[in-house]
């Protein structure tokens, strides 16, 4: 079992849909969690991380972490097509270590 | 706001050629990282470096990668004699003490080796 998996994609929605995009794990001991959306040829920019369980908003995105189901998800409302890119889960264990181990990525297109 | 930056965008390069890929991190943080993106592939991490030292190292980050800090500003990836499969995107990032869970990362180099 690969330790990050994330469906490829493509993922097409019409502007103004709520997006969800997924990642499941292996490890128990990861504990933080990172969202990032990377546009094509370009660096991978941050947009959340969470620590732990729970869930975290920042404007129109929500992460939303499920240690029991070992199951990340990021949320997107009212998408626009800027929101068009891949979208890259990573995570790390608490301590002992500064790698983060990322999924293969997400790629969406929001349709104007 | 500020960012990393690198330096080139691409480098093409012949196979058995030696490469440096420089970096500067964002000016207040004290942990910097390489990682690689082979064209297709997921991100995958190469190196930590912290006070002057690597603190971690990937199995892909062997004896032909090295990484310095030759300056209070760049950060330096090495590659001694570099190998068509060595060919990706190399990624620079960096963050803040106590927050690795908030690296930052450069919009990389294109390493392509001929």
């Known amino acids: ?112 | 706001e500020p960012e990393v930056t690198q330096t080139p965008s691409h480098q093409v390069t012949q196979m058995g050629q030696e490469v440096i890929l420089r970096c500067v991190p964002i000016s207040n943080h004290l942990y910097f990282y390489w990682y690689r993106q082979i064209l297709g592939q997921k991100v995958e991490f190469l190196v930590s470096f912290y006070n002057n030292e690597i603190s971690e190292k990937s199995e892909i980050f062997d004896d032909q990668f090295s990484v310095e800090r030759p300056d209070g500003s760049n950060f330096t990836l090495k590659i001694r004699s570099t190998k068509l499969e060595d060919s990706a995107m190399y990624f620079c990032a960096s963050s803040d003490y106590g927050r690795s869970y908030e690296q930052y990362f450069g919009p990389g180099t294109r390493l392509t080796v001929t």
């Open chain 1, 1 to 112: 079992q690969k330790e990050v998996e994330q469906d490829p994609g493509p993922l097409s929605v019409p502007e103004g849909a709520i997006v969800s995009l997924n990642c499941t794990y292996s490890n128990s001991a990861f504990q933080y969690f990172m969202w990032y959306r990377q546009y094509s040829r370009k660096g991978p920019e941050l947009l959340m991380y969470t620590y732990s369980s729970g869930n975290k908003e920042d404007g129109r995105f929500t992460a939303q972490v499920d240690k029991s189901s070992k199951y990340i998800s990021l949320f997107i409302r009212d998408s626009q097509p800027s929101d068009s890119a891949t979208y890259l889960c990573a995570m790390s264990p608490s301590s002992g270590t500064y790698k983060y181990i990322f999924g293969t990525g997400t790629r969406l297109k929001v349709l104007a």
